[in-house]
């Protein structure tokens, strides 16, 4: 006994069978490969756009890093402010993995002791500045200081990986 059609309409089924199962399979396959190469595409470009980011803010963190010296140089009340670049950077920070995160920290470390400074200057604007809330100030600028040492590390460890 055998399966095979024995009629040309038996045939026609056959092959119209075998097609649509290839055609759904082909289909299949299609989509999944589409999906693969967006996926890629869009891992590429993240991580080229950190590494645009990364570049951009070499320098800034450099900048910043010399303001915070300067600011535990001196032993006065002297806010330090993240530099412009850093700042619009902020919604993009999370590219840049753990250097990113340093530098959202170290953006809301000076934006307190930035805080701190102006409540002070508003309620004290002659007057000196009390031990407690001074070495409050400097502190933060030794944390400023480690945040910014980390995050410089992070970014030109990032730079040099992908240059090389």
């Not at 670049?85 to 993009?92: F, S």
């Not at 590219?95 to 930035?114: F, M, N, Y």
């Amino acid at each position: 006994m055998t399966y095979w059609p024995q009629t040309s309409e038996a045939l026609a089924a056959w092959i119209q069978a075998i097609g649509t199962i290839v055609a759904v399979g082909a289909g299949v396959v299609l989509v999944f490969l589409q999906h693969r190469l967006t996926t890629r595409y869009a891992k590429e470009q993240t991580a080229n756009e950190a590494f645009g980011i990364a570049l951009l803010l070499e320098a800034e963190v450099i900048a910043l890093q010399g303001a915070i010296d300067v600011a535990l140089g001196r032993n006065e009340f002297m806010p330090v402010s993240a530099p412009s670049g850093i700042v619009e950077a902020l919604p993009k920070l999370h590219l840049l993995g753990g250097p990113g995160k340093e530098l959202l920290l170290l953006v809301s470390i000076i934006r307190a002791d930035q805080g701190m400074i102006a409540d002070w200057q508003r309620d004290n604007y002659f007057g000196t500045v009390d031990p407690e809330t001074f070495a409050l100030h400097r502190e933060r600028l030794a944390l400023m200081q480690q945040g910014a040492e980390k995050a410089a590390v992070g970014i030109r460890e990032m730079v040099d990986q992908d240059k090389g």
